[in-house]
Structure formats: C-alpha cells, structure tokens
C-alpha cells in the first residue's frame, strides 16, 4: 500500500516579469481571475482531492498571499453587522485550512521552490501546482492523478499535447503509451526547440513527486536559463525509478501569460452567475461590432483594389 497523498506544495516564489508593472509590488499568483486571485483556485482543486497540508513557497513582494489565506477580523464583523451572509461566507470559507508558509530567498527556479518545501514534506509523496496554470474547477485533473500515484506508486505529472509552435514554453517528455492516456515517460527537456523535442506533450503545473525528488535537486547544478530546474532534477529521478504521465485533455489556461490569462478571464466570467448574462450581451455587441468593422474594410480594400485609371472616366 502505497503512501496516501496528503501534502501540497505550492511555488510561489517567482518573479511574475510577465505581468509587469502590475507584479512589481504585488504578487502574480493574486491577480484576480473575476474575484477570486489565481492561487485560490489551485487551493481549492487541491481541496477537492482531500489535501491537509498546504505548503506555500513565497518571496519578495508575497506577503498579500498570506494576509489573504488569514482570517479578517474587521471585514468579517462588518459583513456581519451589515448582513452581507454570502461575501462572509466566501471570505470564511478557507478559515479552517492550515497553511504552512516558507520563504524562498532568491528566485532561482522552480527545482528551488520545492527543495524549499523539503522540511514540511519530509519523506511524502507530494502533489504540485503551479497556479499560474489555471484549471476548470469542474476538471478531476489532481484527483486522477493522486488515484494513478495509489496504483502505480511513483511520480506522475500532467501532460497535455501543444502545437509545436508553444513547445519551447514547457518541459516536455518522451516516453510510450501504456495506457489510454498514460504515458511511461522515458526522457524530459525542458523548453526544447522544436527540433530537440522528443514529442509534442507539454508538462503542464500539476505534479505528483516522490520524496527521492529532494536528494536529486539538492545536488542540482543550474539548467536552462540558469535555473535549478524540476525537469532536469525529473530526469535523474527516472534513472531511479518509473515517471508517469497523465494526458489532461480538459480545459486548461496558461494564465501566466497575458493572452492565457485574459481568456481564463473571459471563461470564467462567461460561468459566473453575477456577471454571466449581461458579460455575454457585451462579448455578442463586440462580436458584432467586429464582425461590422471586418466587413467595411473588406469593402474599403475593394475599392481600392479598382485600377486609378478606370475610375478617371
Ligand atoms: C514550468 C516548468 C515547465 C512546465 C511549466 C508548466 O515552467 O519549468 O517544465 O512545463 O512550468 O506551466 P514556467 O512556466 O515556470 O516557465
């Protein structure tokens, strides 16, 4: 019997230099998808996979990250005193989690991150998320996942295929199908070009490690961008013992980008039940208006189009 899954680590110790000024001062990982900030989302899918501790790696400018997971005394009270049951319930909802806090001193990637995590997790199989890597709640991603670890016993992580276009964005693995969207990984690279690419499946931010990851990224020289690398710490791993992956062919955003973060945006507004039908009207009358707009162009280029001496006569 395999140990169960009870721990989760959380990196949020990077710099955010894709979201600036906005993540100057403030962390990335609170920037708000509609009213809720990014790690919150993480947080709960690690919830609905029955995780009890919480491990968050922060850093420089993060403190909001914990005042947020904290209770609020005065906000709380106000909310009671006006009667505002919903928002008090909402903000109260995560009040009873534990969460565990390290600092990560330098942002030296996110190999670095979990050795940070090393001490809470001890000799545990762990579960990571990145939450820049926003998932549909209604997704059972990490739950499959933590069921895959029960039954095969090592480290699994989340794959998805990506055009060849993104590929030097991700890690990205070898290895041979064993099951119906199971693969057992037989090399990783992180952020190949194209060429380099063993195949066009992309690690996406949910992983389940096994403890033995911490002795290999303890000794870990500096990879890619001159980071300690998780990849590069995976494939010694795999020298060791066997790597799974797990295709997710479910809705998945890569919010740590501007585009991937506007169209979790735009999604998860189009499913909120506040915002939902008036937000829908509004993306219909822009749809519209562009539709209207690429039309009078194409018209406008016909026209050009029409030789200057034949409209002499
Ligand atoms: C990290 C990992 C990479 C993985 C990606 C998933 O990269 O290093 O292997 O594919 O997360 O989002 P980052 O996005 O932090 O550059």
Redesign the pocket.
Known sequence: MHKRVKKAVFPAG?LGTRFLPATKASPKEMLPIVDKPMIQYAIEEAITCNIEEFIIITGKYKRAIEDHFDSAYELEENLKKTDKKKLLEEITRLNHINFAYIRQKAAL??GHAILCARPFVDDEPFAVL?S??VIEPEETLLLDMVGLYEKLGCSILALEEVPVTEIH????IGGIASEDGIYKINDLI??PTKEKAPSNL????RYILTPEIFGILEKLTPG?GGEI???DALRELLKKQSIYGYIFKGKRY?A?DKFGYLKATINFALKNPEVSEPFTQYLQDIAQMLKNKRHNEDRKSVNYSIPLKDNII
């Open positions: 990077g990637g996110l990145l820049d890597d964005k991700y890690g990205v992180e952020k992309a690690i996406i931010g890619r690398q998780l990849t890569d740590g």
